[in-house]
């Protein structure tokens, strides 16, 4: 963490892969520097996330502080990214306040509105939530999204490079059980009611499929997929069911922490990106649900010596190295035991 930090006041996820500020690592890094006692730069962290929002709320996903001009082709404008991610600055200001921290009302109020803005702009036909492009929903290359690149990795690229150039009205037609759940609960934790949202939400299961099925016509087929962030609405819904599969080893258990995807998956694969490793934050929301993960979560955490995501069977690092958001095996370690 004091390695990627930035004199600006936040933390990178990794300074060779991602030297930018991005929305939801941000949010767990401020957790993380609670946990280490930094309350200074836990605020710092969380301020940093909400000083791009716009009049609406919105808030860019990535934050090109430190280089405006980079990806400006890509997105149509300089300094930010034109797409958003789960808003966890609501649960990031409910935390640090539970750790006693000071947070200034300026800032809960930004995140305040920035649900607000998913709550008012962002409503589903369906009463879900709406995403205007895969990336906000945190899980880039989910495997609910596949349909849409046709399983070709090459014509992905070029779809999600169309969905940004076409912003906001791209067709993209989609409202993701895993986003819904995210707003709804972070809602909650800034004290907002989003009641109406958790019932669509609670329609949306598939007891048959043993997952929350996605809203909307982009939706129809990889929507069902069992993906691990597709059983977010245990933050806000009990279902037993559902909190059973993340430690079902016949489901998404693993020894390092729970799979990405569920095993009986054409597609699983243990070691592919967004197919089956184990995603620390993804871990730490479903422990928050009640999941019994952090043990092997931490022990994952470890063994890929704090890699961006690993091997749920054997802990074999994966992607960037070390990844900032996988200290939050320390929250896991520290909080499952009491201490």
Excluded at 4 to 27: I, K, M
Excluded at 133 to 158: L, M, Q, V
Excluded at 205 to 224: E, L, Q
């Amino acid at each position: 963490m004091e390695a990627h930090w930035q004199p600006e006041g936040y933390t990178v996820p990794n300074p060779a892969t991602y030297p930018f500020r991005w929305l939801w690592d941000s949010c767990f890094h401020s957790l993380i520097w609670a946990e280490l006692g930094e309350g200074e730069r836990a605020v710092s962290e969380l301020a940093h996330v909400l000083r791009a929002q716009d009049e609406r709320g919105f808030i860019p996903h990535i934050d090109y502080g430190r280089d405006p001009g980079h990806h400006a082709s890509f997105w149509g404008r300089s300094g930010s990214s034109t797409i958003t991610q789960p808003p966890m600055y609501g649960h990031a200001v409910a935390e640090l306040r539970r750790y006693g921290i000071d947070v200034a009302d300026e800032l809960v109020e930004r995140a305040t509105a920035g649900i607000e803005f998913f709550l008012r702009e962002r409503r589903h036909r369906s009463g879900l939530v709406a995403a205007v492009h895969p990336w906000e929903t945190g899980c880039d290359d989910s495997a609910r999204f596949d349909h849409w690149g046709a399983g070709d990795p090459a014509r992905w690229y070029d779809v999600k490079g169309a969905l940004v150039a076409n912003l906001p009205d791209n067709g993209f037609d989609c409202a993701p059980a895993s986003l819904t759940a995210l707003v709804a609960w972070n809602g909650r934790e800034v004290g907002l009611d989003t009641s109406d949202v958790v019932d669509a939400l609670s329609s949306r299961w598939d007891a048959d499929a043993g997952t929350w099925i996605d809203a909307g016509g982009s939706a129809s087929t990889s929507g069902r997929t069992r993906t691990l962030e597709a059983l977010l609405p245990l933050l806000v819904l009990d279902q037993p069911e559902a909190l059973a599969l993340v430690t079902d080893a016949r489901a998404f258990g693993g020894d390092f922490g729970p799979a990405g995807m569920h095993r009986s998956e054409p597609a699983f694969d243990r070691t592919r990106y967004w197919r089956g490793p184990v995603w620390p934050q993804l871990a730490y929301l479903l422990w928050r649900a009640g999941a019994p993960v952090a043990e092997a979560t931490v022990r994952g955490s470890e063994r890929s010596e704090f890699s961006e995501f690993w091997d749920p069977d054997d802990g074999t690092g994966l992607g960037a190295r070390p990844q900032s958001w996988t200290c939050l095996a320390i929250v896991l370690s520290r909080r499952s035991n009491g201490a």
